[in-house]
């Protein structure tokens, strides 16, 4: 009587029994069905958006509003004091224990059955999953159910389970993607906020369903409706054949060049002949590690986010504060201050073993926390032996002997082509089954893309002693000149306009030679960057990128490079980067 009374037990068949039958005969040990039979004809819903984590902010707040607006350790103060109370302290330990046995009942009493398993299952604990799978547990065969949900519904890992259900044993009809833009649709919610909304009929299996995506506002949401994108089942499974995570396709142009991308390359989590088998890696949680990091004794840096853009090691340094008031100062190239400056280290008694093999590699870092509407969503580099990476900056290494696969990976990553892809899925953090899903190019030494586009993605990287290390072990490849041990080659590029054009070149082989794109296509993938057209105009009084990788383009596809075809500067191609790649000082034969 206690226990339902303080859980109050709800029971659909004994609420409902003109709407659900018990069988006479049930089997109570198949917990794949719910036991009854019947259901709603409609079930409609915005459910509950929470995620079932103790929330200090939304408690506490109750005895000290103020406690919303404190930056992190003056929050901590606070709660500290507010729990000297013995009654505060003994709501406070009843409410996560309310939470922790409600996350254990929804996980272990197959109750709900729809958790996306292993590595897709992990992340924020939304009950709004609880709901959809709610809706559609009581739907009656030949009903139908339509939810407004967060925009995992479509492409968040952990909602695969309920994505394979919708696909496989639904008649999924309808998927929309909304962003919250001037909060037309959630007042004092953020403008930035994206969400979703699905309709579906409990018959057969989808073979293809309508998509619109982007929906801004009330006229977006009717040309939606009135001319669907037709998506295949098969369209979303090539795509990302793991997590089967639904891309914001727009239809026209942009949805012929998704399908064209991921149809060149076979996705990155995907075991083929070609690229060695990548292992990611979260070196440090900076929120359960907290006991791990300090600023107040020696140790190896542990970089955060914002120390991490495309190509660079050393983007931003901390100068001090905390939190989200920490203040960050951006590096230029070429500058003495330019280094590895971290808010946090981690002693050497401090490292988990999990990850000292690992830190005394080169290993790529990628920025986890981004958005769509960012200057760029898919940020790497290169990170140096001798550092450690927060969450916010997983790892990926690939075999003992295949750091040349780093490179490759880089160019790819960082390009215009790959971004285009993951910012259609991307929501607030670039998750694993994101990258897995992406078409990595398969190429290796000797390849002449491969060996032109090798040596910009080591002239970009190596711009300190911390990374000399890595250029000269390039050279076996033809790559690189070493060079001595804690110089910066000279062939580094440290200029604004000469990393720029680099950079330009990289995206405009990777365009036409990797991902064979025409010029009308790539001029429409850089429309798809926005912020970064506005930013580059106000500072250039152009869009810089456009005009320069254009240009590339235009150079290299005149020459007809293939796969067997290199480039060769001087006889069929002239870069103009200076020196050329492959023409430093260094190299046998340069200026002859």
Known sequence: ?????????????????????????????????????????????????????????????????????????????????????????????????????????????????????????????????????????LTHPSGAAAQVTPSGIYNGANAQAIRVELLDHWDLTLMLGFINTGEVWFDGADQTMRFGAYSARHSGRTTDFSVGFQIRNPTDLGAALEKPYQLSVDTVRSQSPEALAISETIGGIDSEITDHLYGQWPPFGTASAGLPRRVYQREIDMGTDRDRYTDDEPGLPLYEGRMVAQYDHRAKAYI??????????????????????????????????????????????????????????????????????????????????????????????????????????????????????????????????????????????????????????????????????????????????????????????????????DREQLAHVLTTFPTLERNETRKHGTYRTRDLVLAKYDRVAAVGLALENPLVDGENYTSTLTPSPGQGPRHEGAGE
Not at 42 to 55: I, Q, R
Not at 75 to 94: D, G, H, N, T, Y
Not at 116 to 135: C, H, I, P, Q, T
Not at 321 to 341: I, N, P
Request: one cysteine or more; proline letters at 7%.
């Open 320 to 517: 001090s504060g905390r939190g989200r008031s920490a203040v960050w100062e951006e590096l230029e190239f070429g500058t003495a201050e330019k280094a590895v400056v971290p808010q946090w280290v981690v002693p050497q008694r401090n490292i988990p073993n999990k990850v000292k093999d690992r830190i005394n590699r080169y290993r790529i870092g990628f920025c986890d926390v981004t958005a769509p509407r960012n200057e760029r969503s898919l940020v790497a580099a290169l990170i140096p032996p001798g550092v450690l990476c927060g969450h916010s900056v997983p790892t990926i290494l690939f075999g003992d002997d295949e750091d040349w696969a780093l490179v490759l990976w880089l160019a790819a990553a960082n390009s215009l082509c790959l971004d285009f892809l993951a910012r259609k899925k991307v929501t607030l953090h670039m998750q694993l089954s994101i990258l897995d899903s992406l078409p990595i190019p398969r190429l290796r030494p000797g390849n002449a893309v491969l060996d032109h586009l090798a040596p910009l993605v080591l002239r970009l990287t190596c711009t300190s002693p911390d990374m000399t290390q890595f250029w000269n072990s390039m050279a076996p490849y033809g790559w690189t000149s070493p060079v001595p041990q804690n110089k910066v080659p000279e062939e580094a590029l440290l200029d604004d306009q000469a990393r720029a054009e680099a950079r330009a070149e990289i995206d405009a082989i990777v365009a036409r030679h990797v991902f064979q794109l």
């Open 1 to 137: 009587m206690r226990l339902s009374q303080n859980y109050g037990f709800f029971h659909w068949h004994l609420e409902f029994p003109e709407i659900f039958q018990v069988p006479e005969s049930v089997n109570r040990h198949d917990t794949s069905q719910p036991g009854w039979t019947g259901g709603f004809s409609c079930m409609l819903g915005n459910p509950p958006w929470d995620t079932l984590s103790p929330d200090e902010k939304e408690f506490f707040s109750t005895y000290d509003p103020a406690i919303r607006a404190m930056k992190k350790d003056e929050r901590q103060a606070a709660v500290a004091e507010i729990l000297e109370s013995p009654v505060v302290r003994e709501k406070w330990a009843q409410h996560r224990r309310d939470l922790y046995a409600l996350v254990h009942f929804l996980k272990r009493s197959s109750r709900y059955r729809l958790f996306a398993k292993g590595n897709l299952g992990k992340g924020d604990f939304n009950v709004y999953r609880m709901f959809v799978e709610s809706a559609l547990t």
